[in-house]
């Protein structure tokens, strides 16, 4: 039976006010009904310290978690630790030290969305979701791509997700950073809250000691980061040009700035170059890709006099071009993707991504095998511009949602709502999410 709750907590970004129509009436688990008279019956009475040392197993894998949850309500109540998606509400700062580097002081909290590929077992009919609990253990269901909440809800959506039969694969997690009460003035709401990377067990760490570390971008394009073990945020001076991106990769933190030039940065805040500047483009993504990490470079133009092919594909679409006295808006032409080379410490372009997708979201990128998906082409970038958006009705709920796609094979690009196909696998959900089950 599905837990209920009366309040939500909102990204910054995210409307501040909510309904009950704006709130994902799902948890990530689920009674199962066992047979009374089977066997399996007595899973649910095992000891609740053995279950917690089974749980405390798992507490490294989101998947493995969701599972354990969802066979019985005393296996829920059983995990009694944070889950990999959750964290303590508050993070308390030092007092601010104005030398040396060392930030603005104050409580903020870290909370954690997860993207997740869902599809029947041996069927390729993957749907995309990206969800974020709240305080009150309530799931929001979010555009996969940005912190837009879906809303309202499909009446036919069911009050709870029930995850066991179903494949669930992890694509990618990202984390939001909020102040505990308002956003300060300041160092801390000059934080570029739109990409934070963490590390619950980083390689700062000592067997003695565990070291949070959260690392994100200043509104001057310098790298900012907390560890917990200091409990102060610190600035790094390293910045030839601003910081585009950051990522977790294979237990290191990297950063690229907006020539290319990508960095490792180490524990007494040192930055090690890892790949020299590439150039060209307006915005740089980090992103895994089999293991490797991957760059995307993003052209953008003001206008589109420079490409004129672009301009007849999305002619159907709305593009806000401004350019006044106040700001100049533009508008996103293409893509190049480059592989890093760590021994050659160069990035090496990519002309083609086989049977993989790249996702640019706002907060976190991934990538997704084209197999996983009916009707999806493989070797395209989908991505967001909101000023790339259809206002057309016959959209429905893609309606407004910025998601756009770039082909390498063509070079071309095309709202999401041109392909029927590929939109599915975002919206809407799949008949075996809303049919009732028995």
């Known amino acids: 039976m599905a837990e209920e709750s009366s309040s939500s907590s909102s990204s910054s970004s995210s409307s501040s006010s909510s309904s009950s129509s704006?709130?994902?009436?799902?948890?990530?688990?689920?009674?199962?009904?066992?047979?009374?008279?089977?066997?399996m019956s007595e899973w649910s009475q095992l000891?609740?310290?053995?279950l917690d040392r089974i749980s405390l197993t798992l507490s490294s894998s989101c998947i493995?978690?969701?599972?354990?949850?969802?066979?019985?309500?005393?296996?829920?109540?059983?995990?009694?630790?944070?889950?990999?998606?959750c964290f303590p509400n508050r993070i308390s700062i030092n007092p601010l030290n104005p030398t040396d580097g060392l930030?603005?002081?104050?409580?903020?909290?870290?909370?954690?969305?997860?993207?997740?590929?869902?599809?029947?077992?041996?069927?390729?009919?993957?749907?995309?979701?990206?969800?974020?609990?709240?305080?009150?253990?309530?799931?929001?269901?979010?555009?996969?791509?940005?912190?837009v909440k879906i809303q309202p809800l499909p009446t036919n959506f069911p009050k709870v997700l029930n995850f066991m039969g179903?494949?669930?694969?992890?694509?990618?997690?990202?984390?939001?950073?909020?102040?505990?009460?308002?956003?300060?003035?300041?160092?801390?709401?000059d934080l570029y809250r739109e990409k934070v990377v963490f590390s619950s067990n980083s390689p700062w760490s000592t067997d003695e000691e565990i070291d949070y570390v959260?690392?994100?971008?200043?509104?001057?394009?310098?790298?900012?980061?907390?560890?917990?073990?200091?409990?102060?945020?610190?600035?790094?001076?390293?910045?030839?040009?601003?910081?585009d991106d950051v990522i977790y990769y294979k237990g290191n933190f990297y950063a690229v700035d907006n020539t290319g030039r990508a960095v490792v940065v180490g524990p007494s805040l040192?930055?090690?170059?890892?790949?020299?500047?590439?150039?060209?483009?307006?915005?740089?993504?980090?992103?895994?890709?089999?293991?490797?990490?991957?760059?995307?470079?993003?052209?953008?133009s003001i206008g589109s006099d420079d490409y004129p092919m672009y301009h007849n594909q999305i002619q159907d679409y709305e593009i806000y071009v401004l350019n006044d006295d106040t700001y100049i808006v533009d508008t996103t032409v293409q893509f190049k993707v480059f592989k890093l080379d760590q021994r050659k410490k160069e990035w090496v372009e990519v002309k083609d991504l086989g049977d993989r997708m790249l996702?640019?979201?706002?907060?976190?990128?991934?990538?997704?095998?084209?197999?996983?998906?009916?009707?999806?082409?493989?070797?395209?970038?989908?991505?967001?511009?909101?000023?790339f958006q259809s206002n057309r009705e016959e959209d429905g709920l893609l309606k407004g949602h910025c998601i756009g796609v770039f082909n390498l094979e063509d070079r071309t690009i095309k709202p999401l709502a041109s392909y029927p196909g590929y939109s599915k696998f975002f919206w809407p959900p799949p008949m075996w999410i809303t049919l009732p089950t028995s």
């Not at 709130?23 to 066997?39: A, D, M, W, Y």
């Not at 493995?64 to 998606?85: K, N």
């Not at 990202?174 to 102040?179: A, D, Q, S």
Request: net charge neutral; proline share 5%; hydrophobic share 40%.
């Open 22 to 39: 704006s709130q994902l009436p799902i948890l990530f688990f689920q009674n199962i009904h066992l047979h009374k008279n089977s066997e």
């Open 47 to 50: 000891p609740k310290d053995l």
């Open 64 to 85: 493995d978690l969701i599972r354990f949850r969802s066979v019985c309500s005393s296996w829920r109540s059983s995990l009694t630790s944070y889950p990999p998606y």
């Open 103 to 147: 930030l603005y002081s104050g409580n903020f909290s870290l909370s954690k969305r997860i993207i997740l590929h869902l599809s029947l077992p041996n069927q390729n009919n993957g749907w995309i979701i990206k969800l974020e609990q709240d305080n009150s253990m309530f799931s929001h269901l979010l555009n996969p791509l940005s912190e």
């Open 166 to 189: 179903l494949r669930i694969s992890e694509l990618g997690q990202e984390y939001v950073l909020r102040y505990a009460d308002k956003w300060p003035i300041g160092f801390g709401g």
């Open 214 to 243: 959260i690392m994100t971008i200043h509104v001057s394009g310098k790298l900012a980061l907390f560890r917990l073990k200091d409990s102060v945020w610190s600035i790094i001076d390293d910045m030839p040009s601003p910081y």
């Open 270 to 300: 040192t930055v090690t170059v890892v790949a020299c500047p590439v150039f060209g483009g307006d915005k740089k993504y980090l992103v895994e890709l089999d293991g490797e990490l991957v760059m995307v470079d993003r052209y953008l």
């Open 359 to 387: 996702f640019l979201g706002d907060n976190c990128s991934f990538s997704a095998l084209v197999s996983d998906f009916i009707g999806s082409k493989g070797n395209c970038i989908y991505f967001t511009d909101r000023y």
